[in-house]
Structure formats: structure tokens, C-alpha cells
């Protein structure tokens, strides 16, 4: 018994279909829309007809663009890649340089929290600019060692910690009531160390984006070098 084929991607399909009217729009304009569209009203809003509308004009026109809701998620997914500027040299400092580009990636989940929804529902190709990220931060890791399969690695966990501490950054809380709770439970003498690491581990994140920031880049400079020995 033959091996289905793997899917086609919508980037190894032409933009649009030989045959019909001359083009109104370009995928990168209905990308933009559907984006729009999910930044404004989630992801679950996100369909071929709601988009038509949003660009007015009719669902069927769309279809020459993309084939399917599933290529439009695929393209709406690598055009936010595409915000991560790749554009400065490494600097020779791969912790430092691979941090920074966590917390791009961590700030484009804040951004666009439609993407944290449609990471955990399916697994999204990797599209042009996906691509152009991991050669930027494969370029970053030159110096670093560990062996190129090391470095993969690390890059797949540092962009699943971004997705992690934006999630966080975005719905942690610790309700009044709880924080008392925890607090009365520690001083009751059961949970020593409990009591010792809350007595000195200072306030959690005030929930800034600075302060998020900041934690982030702490864990991420201490891991780091333990990924890449």
C-alpha cells in the first residue's frame, strides 16, 4: 500500500489561479485582512465568507487566492514570523542575540493572541519567513557550541518558552484571596521551604511588558548555556 502524499503547501501553488479576471487584491493584502479580522474578533471569527466581507466582495473570489481556511491560518501564521526584524548582524553575543529574538517572538504572541490559540490546535508549516527566522537564528548560533541537531533543538524550545511566557504575560493573575491563602498556609511551619523561598523571592511580575520582558530574558540567559555545552 502506497504512502499518501504530503500535503502541498500554499507557497508551492501559484498566488493565484491561471484562468478567471484579472487580480483585484494579492495574497499579502487578504493575509492582512484575515489578520485584521483575528486581531479584532479571535480566531474563531476567521472564515472565508467574514473575510469577503471585511474586503467586500464575495467569498468565491477569495478561492482564487487561497484554497482553503486551512492555507489562509498557514499564511496569516508565517506573515506574523515575518514581523521579527532579522535585519542586524550577529553581534557575536549568541545569548544575548538569541534573547533578543525570543522576545520578538514572545511580543508578536501579545500582539496577535489569536496565534497562541492556532499553535495548540494544529501544526503550522513552515512558510518563507518561518524559514528566513531559523537560518537568522542558526546564523546567531555559529559560535555557540553544541552540534547543529543541539541548536534545532534549542531554537524549537526557545520559541516554545516565547509561546509559554506569552500565554502567561497575557491571563496570569494571582487573585487577592489566593495570595492570602498561600501566605497563611506558609506561616502555619508545614512548608519551610516554602516559607524561606517566599520570604526572599520578592513580588512576582507586576505584570508590565517590561517587567515580563525582564523575567524572561533572566530565565532565558540562565538556560541557555546548559542547552548549548
Known amino acids: 500500500m502506497s504512502e499518501p502524499e504530503p500535503r502541498h503547501t500554499v507557497w508551492s501553488r501559484p498566488e493565484r489561479g491561471a484562468r478567471g479576471p484579472a487580480p483585484e487584491r494579492s495574497r499579502r493584502q487578504i493575509t ?7 486581531d479584532a474578533e479571535g480566531l474563531a471569527a476567521v472564515s472565508m465568507r467574514a473575510l469577503a466581507q471585511s474586503l467586500g466582495t464575495g467569498p468565491a473570489s477569495l478561492y482564487r487566492y487561497v484554497a482553503s481556511r486551512h492555507d489562509l491560518l498557514d499564511l496569516m501564521a508565517d506573515a506574523v ?9 550577529p553581534s557575536g553575543d549568541w545569548i544575548g542575540d ?47 557550541p553544541g552540534s547543529s541537531q543541539q541548536k534545532l533543538e534549542t531554537i524549537g ?47 512576582p511580575p507586576s505584570g508590565s511588558p517590561a517587567d515580563w520582558d525582564a523575567l524572561f530574558a533572566r530565565l532565558l540567559g540562565r538556560l541557555l548555556p546548559g542547552l548549548l555545552s
Open 81 to 89: 514570523a515575518g514581523e521579527i526584524d532579522l535585519t542586524a548582524a
Open 98 to 144: 538569541l534573547v533578543g529574538l525570543a522576545l520578538q517572538t514572545k511580543a508578536a504572541y501579545v500582539r496577535h493572541t489569536w496565534l497562541l490559540d492556532l499553535n495548540a490546535q494544529r501544526d503550522n508549516p513552515i512558510g518563507p519567513h518561518a524559514i528566513d527566522y531559523l537560518d537568522h537564528a542558526l546564523a546567531v548560533l555559529a559560535q555557540a
Open 157 to 203: 524550545l526557545v520559541g516554545g518558552l516565547a509561546t509559554l511566557f506569552a500565554r502567561q504575560q497575557l491571563t496570569a493573575t494571582t487573585p487577592p484571596a489566593q495570595a492570602a491563602y498561600l501566605a497563611d498556609v506558609a506561616a502555619q511551619g508545614r512548608h519551610p521551604h516554602l516559607l524561606a523561598a517566599l520570604a526572599t523571592a520578592g513580588p
Open 32 to 38: 492582512a485582512a484575515a489578520i485584521a479580522l483575528a
